[in-house]
């Protein structure tokens, strides 16, 4: 850092509302100087983000899909190659997406890395985000293309019949524009992944790129391209059939979790959750493993319940908790989802999951 860019970095931290022309008639140079200065600030990763976000300010980013959920509930009994009287529903969705509205209405300073289409469905999405303070500054919005669509069906039971996912546009977040924002990256306090996003991205990321990885297994066929890079990877949250197909063996009995968890993390993983719904989840760290179940609950809505899992549980490893407290934090935002009629829980703080956590939780 140059003696100029020092005195430009003093000025804006003391007010980060300074215009470039206040700072250059403080300075006594051109406003062009400046703006040259603070570019070089930013390529040189001391100044992140607009609003003059230093390298300092803690932050997370969340690189994944995103997209618009559309579900259509029938009144009553479904009839197929019919047109059903019901009700349609739209909400901001995709497992990053949720992630990271997650981790926002936990106070955490969020940055979306995703693909949207400059549409309807695009402005929804971030406008959305905007209310929680979820950031899509370093998400690619393009225009004259269609936002990433998710359609399901579901029957009279709330039950799913079909679903038709449109997420052509998640596959064109490749390397070249993830390496726009690198020292952005770098610079996180650590980064969470879905398995959404293309193979050849993932592997730039983990291979490339160091940092702390929190990793959303997504589904028994997506987990399949992180097998070999589980060495990279700080956390990976997987449910039982995304773990079964990593280790290469049926999970039935606790011995087979214990023995898949071993394996894994023999692989180099620092930390694995499995997800077992209403079974509870198993944790592994180390020497250490445990597992959790709580008390039997009415479901109102599961989707959603792993994402919010998923963005409690980066949460709570971000604060340095242990395994045994994040499992538990991480279990007590998931019901809260599965209690909630919305796929993100407006209950979502950090003082409802810790009252969830005491009244509900056996062992």
């Given at each position: 850092?140059?003696?100029?860019?020092?005195?430009?970095?003093?000025?804006?931290?003391?007010?980060?509302?300074?215009s470039q022309?206040?700072?250059?008639?403080?300075?006594?140079?051109?406003?062009?100087?400046?703006?040259?200065?603070?570019?070089?600030?930013?390529?040189?990763?001391?100044?992140?983000?607009?609003?003059?976000?230093?390298?300092?300010?803690?932050?997370?980013?969340?690189?994944?899909?995103?997209?618009?959920?559309?579900?259509?509930?029938?009144?009553?009994?479904?009839?197929?190659?019919?047109?059903?009287?019901?009700?349609?529903?739209?909400?901001?969705?995709?497992?990053?997406?949720?992630?990271?509205?997650?981790?926002?209405?936990?106070?955490?300073?969020?940055?979306?890395?995703?693909?949207?289409?400059?549409?309807?469905?695009?402005?929804?999405?971030?406008?959305?985000?905007?209310?929680?303070?979820?950031?899509?500054?370093?998400?690619?919005?393009?225009?004259?293309?269609?936002?990433?669509?998710?359609?399901?069906?579901?029957?009279?039971?709330?039950?799913?019949?079909?679903?038709?996912?449109?997420?052509?546009?998640?596959?064109?977040?490749?390397?070249?524009?993830?390496?726009?924002?690198?020292?952005?990256?770098?610079?996180?306090?650590?980064?969470?992944?879905?398995?959404?996003?293309?193979?050849?991205?993932?592997?730039?990321?983990?291979?490339?790129?160091?940092?702390?990885?929190?990793?959303?297994?997504?589904?028994?066929?997506?987990?399949?391209?992180?097998?070999?890079?589980?060495?990279?990877?700080?956390?990976?949250?997987?449910?039982?059939?995304?773990?079964?197909?990593?280790?290469?063996?049926?999970?039935?009995?606790?011995?087979?979790?214990?023995?898949?968890?071993?394996?894994?993390?023999?692989?180099?993983?620092?930390?694995?959750?499995?997800?077992?719904?209403?079974?509870?989840?198993?944790?592994f760290h180390?020497?250490?493993?445990?597992?959790?179940?709580?008390?039997?609950?009415v479901v109102?809505?599961?989707?959603?319940?792993?994402?919010?899992?998923?963005?409690?549980?980066?949460?709570?490893?971000?604060?340095?908790?242990?395994?045994?407290?994040?499992?538990?934090?991480?279990?007590?935002?998931?019901?809260?989802?599965?209690?909630?009629?919305?796929?993100?829980?407006?209950?979502?703080?950090?003082?409802?999951?810790?009252?969830?956590?005491?009244?509900?939780?056996?062992?």
């Amino acid at each position: 850092m140059t003696p100029r860019e020092r005195q430009i970095m003093d000025l804006i931290k003391k007010n980060p509302r300074m215009s470039q022309s206040e700072i250059a008639k403080c300075l006594e140079i051109k406003r062009s100087s400046v703006a040259a200065h603070i570019a070089n600030l930013t390529s040189k990763g001391y100044i992140l983000g607009r609003g003059y976000l230093f390298r300092e300010d803690p932050y997370v980013v969340v690189i994944g899909g995103a997209n618009m959920d559309i579900r259509g509930i029938p009144k009553g009994q479904l009839k197929m190659k019919d047109s059903n009287p019901g009700f349609v529903q739209s909400s901001p969705g995709g497992v990053g997406r949720n992630i990271s509205e997650n981790l926002a209405r936990l106070k955490n300073r969020v940055y979306m890395m995703c693909m949207l289409g400059d549409d309807q469905w695009g402005r929804s999405i971030i406008e959305e985000g905007q209310k929680v303070g979820l950031s899509y500054e370093k998400s690619y919005i393009l225009p004259g293309r269609q936002t990433p669509v998710y359609l399901e069906i579901l029957d009279e039971k709330k039950d799913m019949l079909t679903a038709i996912n449109d997420m052509a546009l998640v596959d064109e977040l490749d390397p070249d524009k993830v390496m726009n924002h690198r020292s952005f990256i770098e610079n996180a306090s650590y980064l969470v992944l879905d398995t959404n996003l293309p193979e050849k991205t993932l592997q730039y990321l983990l291979k490339n790129i160091p940092q702390k990885y929190i990793v959303d297994g997504v589904s028994s066929i997506k987990v399949e391209k992180i097998r070999d890079k589980l060495s990279h990877i700080h956390l990976l949250k997987v449910n039982e059939y995304e773990a079964a197909v990593l280790a290469g063996r049926d999970l039935n009995e606790a011995k087979d979790y214990l023995e898949a968890g071993k394996m894994l993390l023999d692989q180099g993983l620092e930390y694995l959750v499995i997800t077992c719904g209403k079974e509870g989840a198993w944790g592994f760290h180390k020497g250490e493993s445990l597992r959790l179940k709580g008390k039997d609950l009415v479901v109102k809505n599961a989707t959603g319940a792993g994402d919010a899992f998923t963005g409690a549980l980066a949460h709570a490893l971000g604060e340095e908790k242990s395994l045994k407290e994040s499992l538990y934090f991480a279990m007590g935002a998931s019901r809260l989802a599965l209690k909630s009629e919305k796929t993100n829980a407006d209950e979502l703080t950090v003082e409802k999951i810790e009252k969830e956590m005491k009244e509900v939780f056996v062992c």
